[in-house]
């Protein structure tokens, strides 16, 4: 049963950077069959894709994040990370780690616990 | 940029059906997906590729495909699938990610 759980300071001053990372447990990021995601949600609202990354380093983003999003890939750890730079009020939300599946449109099977991480001076 | 419609909410009595709807132009192209979400708790995969059912998944869960619109049907609805549900799918190039804005189903 493969296990995601995601790390991080739980409060970010704005224009700082968010940082998080996400272990994996019972399965190897080094895997070809998956991608590794990560998916945020702001308090009482709904679920937006931030990006995901293969073990190569390969890299979707969202275009509406892109220009302050990078996710990398440590696989000697097992893990992979993200950094959202000039972060603001609006960037407060529960930050998930989630394992992805690609097959025509790419989903999402197995998610983390959720963090929350709070823009606030 | 690419977007998912879903109503806000619908409403059910126990042993009733619900019925989801998601509405997007590149669905035609683009298998869909549907997660349940409940109060605290990380979304669960319901349905994968418009109609699959992962193992685990009550078979009362199902999914279909018409068009530009997806349905998530959920047959004898009980007290325990009161959730906000959402479908996800991508872009016509099949690289963008979106998901619909989530439906809250309430059990009444």
């Known amino acids: 049963q493969v296990q995601l759980q995601e790390s991080g300071p739980g409060l970010v001053k704005p224009s700082e950077t968010l940082s998080l990372t996400c272990t994996v447990s019972?399965?190897?990021?080094?895997?070809?069959?998956?991608?590794w995601s990560w998916i945020r949600q702001p308090p009482g609202k709904g679920l937006e894709w931030i990006g995901y990354i293969y073990y190569s380093g390969s890299t979707n983003y969202n275009p509406s994040l892109k220009s302050r999003v990078t996710i990398s890939v440590d696989t000697s750890k097992n893990q992979f990370s993200l950094k959202l730079s000039s972060v603001t009020a609006a960037d407060t939300a529960v930050y998930y780690c989630?394992?992805?599946?690609?097959?025509?449109?790419?989903?999402?099977?197995?998610w983390g616990q959720g963090t929350l991480v709070t823009v606030s001076s | 940029s690419y977007e998912l419609t879903q109503p806000p909410s619908v409403s059910v009595s126990p042993g009733q059906t619900a019925r989801i709807t998601c509405s997007g132009d590149?669905?035609?192209?683009?298998?869909a997906y549907w997660y349940q979400q409940k109060p605290g708790q990380a979304p669960v995969l319901v349905i994968y590729k418009d109609s699959e059912r992962p193992s685990g998944i009550p078979e009362r869960f199902s999914g279909s495909s018409s068009g530009t619109t997806v349905t998530l049907t959920i047959s004898g609805v009980q007290a325990e699938d009161e959730a906000d549900y959402y479908c996800q799918s991508a872009d016509s190039s099949g690289t963008s990610v979106v998901f619909g804005g989530g439906t809250k189903l309430t059990v009444l």
């Open positions: 019972g399965g190897s990021v080094s895997s070809g069959s998956y991608y």
């Open positions: 989630a394992r992805v599946i690609v097959v025509a449109a790419p989903f999402f099977d197995y």
């Open positions: 590149a669905l035609p192209k683009q298998y």
